[in-house]
């Protein structure tokens, strides 16, 4: 056997363990209603990026909804307004799957689209350098080992004097729709880890009533360093 040879298959048999790169890393947010969420990622990512001046690659985002939406609209090939309802943890009737599934070609099953969506979180956190907020982000990348899992909370009466003063609601309206949208959430979790499940339980916990959003970002970000899951 030749040398060049011998060295050929010596390279080969070093290629897939060369290639081979961890999932991650990946910090998912949820939250409930009235908790700063949106703010609070968005200073997440910025603050990221600032203090540790990563390559473009390296750059940590944000994974929005719309972001999920377009990619699964390209790959089921349908609109994304047939695509939205997995995100409220819907599902269709039994009447509306047969009509569809006889009235079109491009007919998808709701464990089909469940499963796309699903997939596609999972694969951008495995690409890493990704914040999730919401969209059942702790139960899709909770057996990510670099991977944080946050949860905000606060009290219910406070939580719901922030939903006033966002929406503009009368007191009754905003304990309503406080109560809607955490049911919603939670469903939504259950919705992608199944029930029961040690899927949904998260790292860290954060009072939002009596930390700033500055101070929550900076233990977080403590909390990656301790983690190495900055780089």
Known sequence: MSIALIKYLSEWGKRPSDKYRE??????ISRE????????????????????????????????KEKILEIASARLNLPKEEIDYVFEAKRKGIMQEILESMSTKYYKSDKHIQNTVKNIIRSEASKGHVVILGRGGVAITRDIPRSLHIHLE?????RVIRVQEMYHFEPKEA?????????????????FGG???????FDLTFNTMTLSVQ???DIIIYAMEVRNLIV
Do not use: H
């Open 23 to 28: 999932p991650g890393p990946v910090v998912t």
């Open 33 to 64: 209603m009235g908790c700063p969420g949106k703010m609070l990622t968005d200073l997440l990512v910025q603050e990221l990026n600032k203090k540790y001046r990563l390559k473009d690659e390296l750059r940590w985002k944000w994974l929005a």
């Open 154 to 158: 606060a009290s219910f009466e406070w």
């Open 175 to 191: 304990e309503q729709y406080v109560r809607e949208i955490d049911k919603k959430r939670e469903e939504i979790r259950v919705y």
């Open 195 to 201: 029930k029961d499940t040690d899927y949904t339980r």
């Open 215 to 217: 101070e929550i970002v």
